[in-house]
């Protein structure tokens, strides 16, 4: 089924661990998202890639770093994981207009201990 | 299923109007987020509302929920050319095993200079 891919679908992480989180998306969208989703706080922007080749950072974009390593797949890193980075992670994608709709993955839900 | 209709689906308004942008829920609203975007740059997180008759206001952006929870409403006052783009109310889909999150219909506003 079409649609945006996330792995893993949980993770527990010690202080000081890196990880990436991989994203693929089989709808030929050329922007690609990556949120994070904490109590009361609503999906902030973490890293966006308008298109292939290209990225840029959104409103919460400290401690990661991101790839589009075509235009199917956008990876997220955490170099050194805090506890503060603990939270749910979704990824996402979106056509051209005037489709803005998003098609969101089903989440990573992350933990620093 | 919950399902979320924005009105009106565009604006177009002179520079230094205010406007109004509403947000109807199916079922009772149990977190209501606003978010504005711009294409290809994601989502920006304006505001979250969850208790009945909750109003907040950012810079010369207020949002209100209804006692009944199940509309919000998105007043733009003095508006400016920044504040164009599209504006999506954004909810918690309470289903059970899978996290789901659910998006209005959206409203494309453009600002006059």
């Known amino acids: 089924n079409a649609g945006v891919t996330q792995t893993p679908k949980f993770q527990v992480l010690k202080t000081g661990q890196s990880m990436t989180l991989q994203c693929a998306q089989d709808?030929?969208?050329?922007?690609m998202y990556w949120y994070r989703q904490d109590p009361g706080m609503g999906l902030r922007l973490i890293y966006y890639?308008?298109?292939?080749?290209?990225?840029d950072k959104g409103e919460v974009p400290n401690g990661y770093n991101v790839s589009r390593l075509n235009k199917r797949e956008f990876s997220l890193r955490l170099e050194s994981a805090a506890p503060s980075q603990t939270s749910v992670y979704f990824c996402?994608?979106?056509?051209?207009?005037?489709?803005?709709?998003?098609?969101f993955g089903s989440g990573t839900r992350l933990t620093v201990v | 299923s919950q399902e979320l209709e924005q009105s009106p689906q565009s604006l177009i308004v002179q520079e230094g109007k205010n406007l109004t942008i509403n947000c109807t829920s199916s079922?009772?609203?149990?977190?209501l987020y606003w978010y504005k975007q711009k294409y290809g740059e994601g989502l920006i997180f304006l505001m979250m509302?969850?208790?009945?008759?909750e109003e907040k206001s950012h810079e010369k952006i207020t949002a209100k929920l209804d006692e009944k929870k199940q509309q919000s409403s998105l007043h733009i006052t003095a508006s400016q050319p920044s504040h164009a783009g599209i504006y999506l109310c954004?909810?918690?889909?309470?289903?059970?095993?899978?996290?789901?999150?659910?998006f209005g219909t959206g409203t494309r506003l453009k600002v006059l200079a």
């Open positions: 709808m030929n969208h050329n922007s």
């Open positions: 890639s308008a298109s292939e080749g290209t990225t």
């Open positions: 954004g909810a918690d889909s309470p289903t059970s095993g899978t996290y789901k999150y659910i």
């Open positions: 079922k009772t609203l149990y977190g």
């Open positions: 509302l969850q208790k009945g008759g």
């Open positions: 996402a994608s979106s056509g051209p207009p005037p489709d803005y709709g998003y098609t």
